[in-house]
Each structure stands twice: as C-alpha cells, then as structure tokens.
C-alpha cells in the first residue's frame, strides 16, 4: 500500500498570505495524484489532478506541483472560503487508493 | 450535470450488515466507474471500492470480506453492504465517480454526494 504523508498538519495563515501544503509518498506515484479541499459538513472537492492540471472551475490561485514521491499544493493568496482541509490522494498504484492525513489551513 | 446522493438507516447495531445506497442523476450507473469512501469523525478519508460499469468490483484489502459493492441498473443506483459492523465503522459514506477526461478515466473523484453518516452503537 502507497502511504501519503501530507505536512505540517496544521497551517496557520492570515488572508492574502502564500500557504504551501507538502504530500509526500512512500513510493513514486509518478503524477497520479490530486489534491482535494474539503470544508466543515462537505464533501471533498477536487483541486488539482495529475499532480498540477487545475480541476474544473478551480481558480488560478491554486497550483500543483511535484513528481515522484514529492509534492506541493501552494494557494498563492488566500481568501477566506480557502480555510479549510485539504487532502492529497495517490492513484497510481492501487489498490488501494490511498489519501493522506490532510493539512487544516487556519486564520492566523 | 452528473449529481450523487447517498441514503442509509443511520443507526445500525454492532455485528449487523449496512447497507447504503448512492442515486445517480445525470449520468448512467451502466456506462461509468463508481466508489464509495468514507471519513471517521475527525479523521481522513478512506477508498472503501469501486465498482466498473461492467460490473467488476475492487475493493480495499482491508474490508474486501466484509464488503459487496453492486448496482441497480433499473434505478440506476449503486450500493454498498457492509457486514459485521464495530464502532470503527462509524463514518460519513461518500459515493463518488472518477474524473473523466480525453476518453480517459483518471481516479481522482471529481464527482462526489453530500455524503450520509452511519454511526454504529447499541
């Protein structure tokens, strides 16, 4: 089983501020995987898939990047609706798919 | 556009089997890849199984003797049975499907429900 390890846990920022979320895999998952936000009472939503390809209606100021076992999610200003959890999953090896523990971005 | 909706009893007793169903709109159950993940209280979300349109199943190593992923195609529906329930699986239920692209299906899930809380106590 692939195990996503996803730091720090917790994230505290102020609005407008850069915040940068690190997943890593305990094996290459090569770009086979996404990241997702998910806000109290919600369903996940997906961000990012293919490591760095912005899912449908996701904006500009949410990026993928990494390859391998090493990987960032970086919002480049964050707003309010971005305090949140967000989660990375791996699906290229599987299965099982597998997800990290998740990142909670707070308000500094 | 494809929307998913999850119903369940709620409250099922330890040592019993639960059963959830996902509704599907929008899309057909017959003709997609479908899964179902669930989430603790507090905790990550976990892959629970997949089931291809052709009927195939894939389960997690860890529940696959306890779980049966099937589909309604006349209600176009899918569902889960979970037998022999604990505390442990006290959980939101999501159903999702993978995302769909360039005649491609990537299983990262860009579709997902509202999710329905099964919570397992006497």
């Known amino acids: 089983e692939v195990v996503m390890t996803q730091s720090p846990a917790t994230l505290s920022v102020s609005p407008g501020e850069r915040a940068t979320l690190s997943c890593r895999a305990s094996?290459?998952?090569?770009?086979?995987l996404a990241w997702y936000q998910q806000r109290p009472g919600q369903a996940p939503r997906l961000l990012i898939y293919?490591?760095?390809t912005r899912a449908t209606g996701i904006p500009a100021r949410f990026s993928g990047s990494g390859s391998g076992t090493e990987f960032t999610l970086t919002i480049s200003s964050l707003q309010s609706e971005d305090f949140a959890v967000y989660y990375c999953q791996q699906y290229n090896d599987w299965p099982p798919l597998t997800f990290g523990g998740g990142t909670k971005i707070d308000i500094k | 556009q494809v929307q998913l909706r999850e119903s369940g009893p709620g409250l099922v007793k330890p040592s019993e089997t639960v059963s959830l169903t996902c509704s599907v709109s929008g899309d057909s159950v017959s003709s997609s890849y479908w899964s179902w993940v669930r989430q603790p209280p507090g905790k990550g979300l976990e892959w629970i199984g997949s089931i291809y349109y052709t009927g195939t199943t894939i389960y997690h190593p860890s529940l696959k003797s306890r779980v049966t992923i099937s589909e309604d195609t006349s209600k176009n529906q899918f569902s889960l049975r979970l037998t022999s329930v604990t505390a442990a699986d006290t959980a939101v239920y999501y159903c999702?499907?993978?995302?769909?692209?360039?005649?491609?299906?990537?299983?990262?899930?860009?579709?997902w429900g509202p999710g329905t809380v099964v919570t397992v106590s006497a």
């Open positions: 293919g490591a760095s």
């Open positions: 094996q290459s998952v090569s770009d086979n």
């Open positions: 999702g499907r993978p995302l769909h692209r360039h005649s491609h299906w990537l299983w990262a899930f860009d579709i």
